[in-house]
């Protein structure tokens, strides 16, 4: 897909900390790299809490200098495309009007890498890499993706830089389990954007956990906000207001640079909006096992990504097509790659100004491939193969396609002839579409005369032959059938009963899920450390536990207020524990403990009744507002005790000996 031009660091992935100041006693050397001085040792134990894993090995940071971020920019093009693959591929580009004639990609990445000053995980040398450097603003200089992200997550959080050394963070922590580096990938030359989609999936985990890390960062020496904190983020307004937010991200105008052209501006944008929401899905249903399934198991596709039962419950398979190297008249492929449905999207949304009417053309997205050719003499044409899920769908993108070249280009359409769709442009170029069943040929060349014959050339569709065989392996009988009906593809089984409204039981690698009445009555998620169950719509009780991420809350009755529990761990102090237990929203009684060792039990608002308070320094205890408060012996300091009678202190204080 065209991210991995946005970024043109197919193993670099980054997101921006904002501009970056040298760190105090720091210069830089040869090189242009210098050992961080910030202990980020805390940041790095949240991750580890929140992402249910421990770092393999020491991820070091360093300041560099703009000289070795560019150097970074070369090195990473110069792998992705050596020679002149880079060029090939900005003509590319240029025809399928993904950017304008004349634009250097080159000069567009250092823009976006260099000039805002990013901080960013190199997966090549497995550092984390801070700018040294301030950069100067420029038009180019202000990388999308990362803007937006962080002007959203800055909403919730006043921790800036931190937040998002937590998304760096967790790419180094993923990168040391499922390596991001598959020299094998770019030699594939696939019909699926599967590069595309495994960026969608890291950017929207560490988006995720970077959001999740936010009470722990904000709280870290006010530990016993952590647990308000936390449900607040959790809750289910905020959880609907960060999915509607960083959802529609990319089609918002914040994702839009001036300089910079729209689409590759807003395909920068889109691993982390339908990667975070496509996450935050996986783990509100099976917590970081199925985070962790999907790294196990990469999705195939941007478009499993962006409709989530595609990717497991009844998988897209995308077809396999080829396209030939080279024709006998000579023609040789200069550039190819696979746009998927997240690129047919943005190109098509971009080029008709309705990024939800890019969404409604790509759906049905089954595979493509799409590549430039050259002849000897110099000419060009552009073949581009895909397949859909319907044979509609198939000639809605065809019709598409040529109002595209309508549009933007003043294609002139020639009489039908047939399943052909022909047309000529005004700068010379010609093309043929042609459209049969759920296959869709398209063929362009830059010079009139050239002969566009869809035959001459060799290219092969083959639909996955696990589809054939899930097919067989499920009857519509069974799969549709009213009152009971059962499907599975490979290790994901559903049992319906009347269609789902009676009953639904779902069984997969990670775990099982039930629900009945469309869960009006209960529902629950279960996985080998996830627990997560709901009666009555949730408006009788609810529970969820997470055993790696070391959490559970308990709620009886809406928003808990019969009673109310919650328990975590502090993901920065794992040793330490918060937590909250109430009764009529804490009017009958609460306890909590914080994380600093301090535990308060009240009976009735404000301990009225009945109040206990035990810290590492003071203890109390109160009846009818009626007690004594000690306060601990010390080094150097006497042990106090102080009276309480009916809610007044008495003027007195019992004092105990010098501590020796």
């Not at 002149?84 to 080159?106: C, F, H, S």
């Not at 397949?387 to 396609?401: I, L, M, P």
């Amino acid at each position: 897909m065209i991210r991995r031009v946005v970024l043109a660091i197919g193993c670099l992935l980054m997101t921006a900390i904002g501009p970056a100041q040298a760190a105090p006693g720091t210069n830089a050397v040869a090189g242009g790299k210098v050992p961080y001085s910030r202990n980020l040792d805390a940041i790095k134990k949240t991750v580890e809490t929140l992402r249910g894993k421990k770092f393999l090995h020491k991820v070091p940071a360093f300041k560099v200098s703009e000289p070795e971020m560019r150097a970074i920019v070369e090195r990473d093009l110069k792998k992705e495309y050596p020679g002149r693959e880079l060029a090939d591929y900005q003509a590319l580009l240029v025809w399928l009007d993904m950017v304008p004639p004349g634009t250097d990609l080159q000069a567009v990445e250092t823009g976006l890498f260099v000039d805002e000053a990013a901080g960013f995980y190199d997966s090549e040398t497995k550092e984390m890499c801070i700018p040294s450097f301030s950069a100067a603003p420029t038009n180019t200089g202000q990388n999308p993706a990362r803007k937006s992200v962080k002007q959203e997550a800055d909403k919730y959080s006043t921790s800036g830089d931190d937040i998002i050394f937590a998304h760096e963070f967790t790419h180094a922590l993923e990168d040391q389990y499922w390596p991001f580096d598959d020299p094998s990938e770019g030699l594939l030359k696939e019909s699926t954007d599967r590069e595309a989609a495994r960026s969608f999936l890291a950017e929207g985990a560490a988006t995720r956990l970077m959001i999740e890390a936010i009470p722990a960062l904000e709280t870290q020496d006010t530990p016993e906000f952590y647990a308000p904190a936390w449900n607040v983020l959790h809750s289910g307004f905020t959880e609907s207001l960060l999915n509607l937010a960083l959802g529609m991200l990319w089609k918002t105008s914040a994702a839009e640079v001036p300089g910079l052209p729209e689409p590759l501006a807003r395909s920068e944008v889109m691993p982390y909006s339908y990667g975070y929401c496509f996450c935050s899905q996986t783990m509100r249903r099976w917590g970081l096992d199925g985070l962790d399934w999907f790294n196990d198991h990469p999705p195939e596709s941007t478009a499993q990504i962006i409709h989530p039962v595609r990717a497991w419950e009844w998988r897209d398979l995308p077809a396999a097509i080829r396209l030939p190297e080279s024709s006998p008249e000579g023609w040789k492929q200069r550039a190819g790659d696979s746009l998927g449905e997240a690129g047919v999207s943005v190109l098509l949304g971009c080029s008709f100004h309705s990024l939800s009417g890019g969404e409604w053309l790509a759906n049905g997205w089954k595979g493509d491939r799409v590549a430039l050719y050259e002849a000897p003499d110099g000419r060009h044409v552009l073949v581009w193969a895909s397949v859909w899920d319907s044979a509609s769908a198939a000639r809605r993108f065809a019709g598409a396609w040529l109002n595209q070249r309508q549009t933007l280009h003043r294609a002139s359409a020639n009489p039908n002839r047939g399943p052909c769709l022909q047309w000529t442009q005004p700068d010379g170029h010609a093309g043929t579409i042609v459209s049969k069943d759920r296959t869709v040929l398209i063929f362009e060349a830059d010079q009139p005369d050239t002969p566009l014959r869809p035959e001459a050339w060799k290219i092969t569709v083959t639909l996955s032959p696990e589809e054939s065989a899930r097919t067989a392996a499920n009857p519509v009988l069974l799969r549709f059938n009213p009152l009971c009906s059962r499907q599975q593809d490979a290790d994901y089984l559903v049992v319906r009963s009347l269609g789902g409204l009676l009953s639904r039981h779902d069984r997969n690698g990670v775990g099982a899920a039930d629900s009945l009445m469309l869960g009006l009555v209960g529902k629950s998620h279960r996985t080998a450390s996830f627990n997560q169950w709901e009666l009555g719509g949730s408006l009788i009780a609810k529970h969820e536990a997470d055993v790696r991420r070391g959490y559970s809350k308990t709620a009886v009755l809406p928003l808990g207020i019969l009673c109310a529990q919650f328990q975590a761990r502090l993901p920065q102090d794992t040793n330490h524990t918060v937590a909250r237990v109430s009764t009529l929203w804490g009017l009958a009684g609460s306890w909590r403990q914080d994380g600093d060792g301090r535990s308060t039990l009240h009976l009735l608002p404000g301990g009225i009744l009945f109040s206990l308070v035990k810290d590492p320094q003071h203890n109390s205890i109160t009846v009818l507002g009626t007690g004594i408060a000690r306060t601990k012996v010390t080094s150097g300091a006497k042990a106090k005790i102080k009276f309480r009678l009916l809610g007044v202190r008495l003027p007195f204080v019992l004092s105990g000996a010098d501590r020796t």
